[in-house]
């Protein structure tokens, strides 16, 4: 069985802070995608990135930046310089074993209140 | 850009209604899918589609149907709406292997 953890319910900072998100997986699978989705208060989730099981180069996008380390199957998100506009729920996600066409098995998601 | 659309943002429902929610995708995706969101237990999978007529159930497809006639199209049906179906209900649509897109919700009231 697959299982995607994210240890923090909900952390608060002030903003200007940098703040990671962790996400834990677990899969006997060698290939999978891994992904991060934020969750303003509007409701929609918007998809943040993707990321193969053969490619554990870290990403950079403007303030994000994912670390993705197989060794430890972890794939944590971070916020640099962290803004009012960030605060939402992310959810990490694991694309099942081959691939295929199943739901996403999500974490229960990390609430990021960001303070002015 | 992808757009997902939900028939309804807000719905409230009696018990006993049958209730219809209707999710449509403009990006020629082979699969689609239907999730509800509850506080503490995060997003989980109803049903999902990975071609017209075609449907799987997910994780928790009790008290839930699911229609795919047409590509763009996939509704799900509550045939007897009880009170633990209260929740929000998100659709999404993918092509093979790639990322989810959702559609804003639907936040399902029964009363």
């Known amino acids: 069985a697959q299982k995607v953890t994210q240890a923090q319910t909900e952390i608060s900072v002030v903003e200007k802070e940098d703040v990671t998100l962790d996400c834990v997986y677990e899969?006997?699978?060698?290939?999978?995608?891994l992904f991060w989705y934020k969750q303003p208060p509007s409701g929609e989730l918007v998809f943040l990135i993707r990321r193969n099981s053969f490619d554990e180069q870290n990403e950079i996008s403007g303030r994000y930046s994912w670390n993705f380390q197989k060794s430890t199957s972890s794939f944590n998100f971070t916020i640099t310089a962290s803004q009012v506009v960030d605060s939402a729920v992310y959810f990490c996600?694991?694309?099942?074993?081959?691939?295929?066409?199943?739901?996403?098995?999500f974490g229960k998601g990390t609430h990021l209140i960001i303070q002015p | 850009d992808v757009k997902v659309t939900q028939s309804s943002r807000y719905l409230v429902k009696r018990t006993g209604e049958k209730v219809f929610l209707e999710c449509v995708q403009d990006m020629d995706h082979e699969n689609m899918f239907w999730y509800r969101q509850d506080p503490g237990l995060g997003l989980r999978l109803i049903y999902f589609s990975y071609d017209v007529k075609m449907k799987e159930k997910g994780d928790i497809p009790e008290g839930y149907s699911v229609s795919r006639e047409k590509k763009e199209r996939f509704s799900l049906i509550l045939e007897s709406a009880s009170t633990n179906q209260t929740s929000m209900y998100l659709c999404?649509?993918?092509?093979?292997?790639?990322?989810?897109?959702f559609g804003p919700g639907t936040r399902l009231t029964v009363t």
């Open positions: 996600a694991l694309n099942p074993p081959g691939g295929g066409a199943d739901g996403l098995t």
């Open positions: 899969t006997r699978d060698t290939t999978y995608y």
């Open positions: 999404a649509s993918s092509p093979p292997l790639l990322e989810q897109y």
